[in-house]
């Protein structure tokens, strides 16, 4: 079972989202969508992926051995590692490049951005949001999630359609694999 987390609204702007949890005991403190966010319903979607994350598999623990999601979270990694998405990400943290930003303007990519989104905590919760987004069909949350490729598009923050399908499979998998999915 999950525990319950509590929803708040921050008017800051540092984050657009953020979950907290404990860290002697794991339990949840808050999730928290920045009233400034452009698109707090994918913001939250994002925040709840890293609540399942901490509450039920714990993917930096469970890539490295500790076999949580089994074979079916080794098929979410695999899914994701060979996505186009990521694979740009990759290389633009292993080079200076430059990139396009969604208001036309060239520079060179961010590297540390770069790797910040290649955590797997990171992808996952991205993943996760954008999972719930597409098998849920919800117009608001498909909306956001159209605006949010756009803005990062430059460094392929979120997938295209194609590029998602063999992640948003594994994920059925995952959660059928859990009993969360018939």
Do not use: C
Not at 116 to 133: D, G, K, P, T, V
Request: charged fraction near 25%.
């Amino acid at each position: 079972t999950m525990r319950a987390v509590p929803y708040k609204k921050s008017s800051g702007s540092t984050y657009l989202g953020q979950y907290s949890f404990k860290r002697n005991s794991g339990d949840p403190v808050h999730i928290l969508v920045s009233t400034q966010a452009k698109e707090p319903m994918f913001a939250f979607a994002h925040e709840i992926g890293h609540y399942v994350d901490q509450q039920h598999f714990d993917i930096g623990k469970a890539l490295a051995g500790n076999n949580v999601g089994g074979d079916a979270l080794k098929a979410w990694k695999s899914a994701v590692d060979n996505s186009a998405a990521i694979q740009h990400l990759t290389s633009l943290r292993q080079m200076k490049a430059k990139i396009v930003m969604a208001n036309g303007a060239e520079r060179f990519a961010d590297m540390e951005f770069a790797r910040y989104a290649l955590q797997y905590n990171e992808i996952w919760a991205r993943s996760y949001a954008q999972y719930i987004a597409v098998r849920s069909q919800n117009p608001a949350l498909l909306s956001e999630l159209a605006s949010f490729k756009e803005q990062y598009k430059s460094y392929s923050w979120q997938w295209n359609d194609d590029d998602f399908e063999p992640i948003a499979k594994a994920f059925d998998d995952l959660f059928a694999a859990k009993g969360w999915r018939k």
